[in-house]
């Protein structure tokens, strides 16, 4: 028992190490656009309690991204992989994979099927609404199914995506971020006795 649990933490030790401690944009084209200019925000609807503020944010000039071929970068904070059909049409995902938050640039897109398989795992995800579709973690096969058993599996972020004034942009809760970040600093200050200043 004790050899099996031994196991187990080298497993997960060894899964961790496919999970990096940031996300870094491949941005394999020469541009220099970062992502992060602002389009024209969404209209709101009303809602009960507070509302966010959605906008349309630019991932990168839509002459860069040709039929077949995928761009990632970080917008507003998020993650983001755009890629164009065959047809035309544009798509966005997570650029980051659900299992274990490696890179999604480079999966294979089948069109018919409207997925795209992570390059890491073999999962494939809709690009619809970003659920799994098939074998969870299928490859490579020992190491895969390795991680298939230490992660459940969980979809994927999918946003609406447009074509607009020469951009590929998505729609993100621009205000998402920035609310969560104030929750978790001041989590971290209240530990620390500093979020009234009773720590002084």
Known sequence: MLRAAYALVLFAASASAFAPSGFTPALRTSSGFNGA????PS???ATVGPVMAE???????ANDVAAGRQFDAVVAGTP???G???SGGVWAISAKNSAT?????????DE???TIRDPQWGTQYSLNNGDVVGKWCPSPPVLGALIGTLFPPTPVWVPKVRESGGYIEVLLDVDAKAEFEKKYWKGILDAQGKADGGYY
């Open 43 to 45: 209209a709101r609807k």
């Open 55 to 61: 906008a349309w944010v630019r991932v990168c000039p």
């Open 112 to 114: 018919a099927a409207q």
């Open 37 to 40: 200019s602002l389009a024209t």
């Open 84 to 86: 164009r059909f065959a």
């Open 80 to 82: 983001v992989l755009t």
């Open 101 to 109: 938050g490696t890179e999604m640039y480079g999966g294979s897109v």
